[in-house]
T-cell receptor, first 114, second 113 residues
Framework: AQSVTQLDSQVPVFEEAPVELRCNYS??????LFWYVQYPNQGLQLLLK??????LVKGINGFEAEFNKSQTSFHLRKPSVHISDTAEYFC????????????FGSGTRLLVRP | NAGVTQTPKFQVLKTGQSMTLQCAQD?????MSWYRQDPGMGLRLIHY???????DQGEVPNGYNVSRSTTEDFPLRLLSAAPSQTSVYFC????????????FGNGTRLTVT
């Protein structure tokens, strides 16, 4: 079984500042990792995913994440945020043996202030 | 393509009432799932299906039933609604294999009084 921990429930940041949203996971098998974004009153959209290969993954809207197997982490970063990045961000994990079965973290609300 | 379509968007039920949340996808995805979203708890998997005629339980299946008679449809049934089932429900679908991303519907906001 897999689990995901997002320690920060809310992250306030000023526009154009860098941001890091933290995600740690646990699993007894090798995993796939994902970040999804949810804008108000909408469903979730995929930001990026790690399947294999390079541990640095680039996604949409200038976001990137780094897979660290030894620390079981998959932190999301953006060098300069915009007001439009205000949303809730979810980290998710699936085992390679059941890749369609995603387990989500509790979410981090990113609040970008002018 | 419509993607994943959920109906209704909003619903209010009284305790003990039953209802079905509808989910349909037109992408010929084998895998479909239902999640509930509650503040501070993220999305929790209720039930999922890997194909027509095959369903299985997720993290929080109690109080919910599902069936999958066609590839396109995956309804979620609440047989006797309880206030603890007040939540936002999301249906999702994907192709199986190699970490294919989930495609989500826009959600159903359910209130049980």
């Amino acid at each position: 079984a897999q689990s995901v921990t997002q320690l920060d429930s809310q992250v306030p940041v000023f526009e154009e500042a860098p941001v890091e949203l933290r995600c740690n996971y646990s699993s007894s098998v090798s995993v796939y990792l994902f970040w999804y974004v949810q804008y108000p009153n909408q469903g979730l959209q995929l930001l990026l995913k790690y399947l294999s290969g390079s541990t640095l993954v680039k996604g949409i809207n200038g976001f990137e994440a780094e897979f660290n197997k030894s620390q079981t982490s998959f932190h999301l970063r953006k060098p300069s945020v915009h007001i439009s990045d205000t949303a809730e961000y979810f980290c998710a994990v699936s085992g390679m043996d059941s890749s369609y079965k995603l387990i989500f973290g509790s979410g981090t609300r990113l609040l970008v202030r002018p | 393509n419509a993607g994943v379509t959920q109906t209704p968007k909003f619903q209010v039920l009284k305790t003990g009432q039953s209802m079905t949340l509808q989910c349909a996808q037109d992408m010929n995805h084998e895998y479909m799932s239902w999640y509930r979203q509650d503040p501070g708890m993220g999305l929790r998997l209720i039930h999922y299906s890997v194909g027509a005629g095959i369903t299985d339980q997720g993290e929080v299946p109690n109080g919910y039933n599902v069936s999958r008679s066609t590839t396109e449809d995956f309804p979620l049934r609440l047989l006797s609604a309880a206030p603890s089932q007040t939540s936002v429900y999301f249906c999702a679908s994907t192709l199986q294999g190699l970490g294919s991303p989930l495609h989500f519907g826009n959600g159903t906001r359910l209130t049980v009084t």
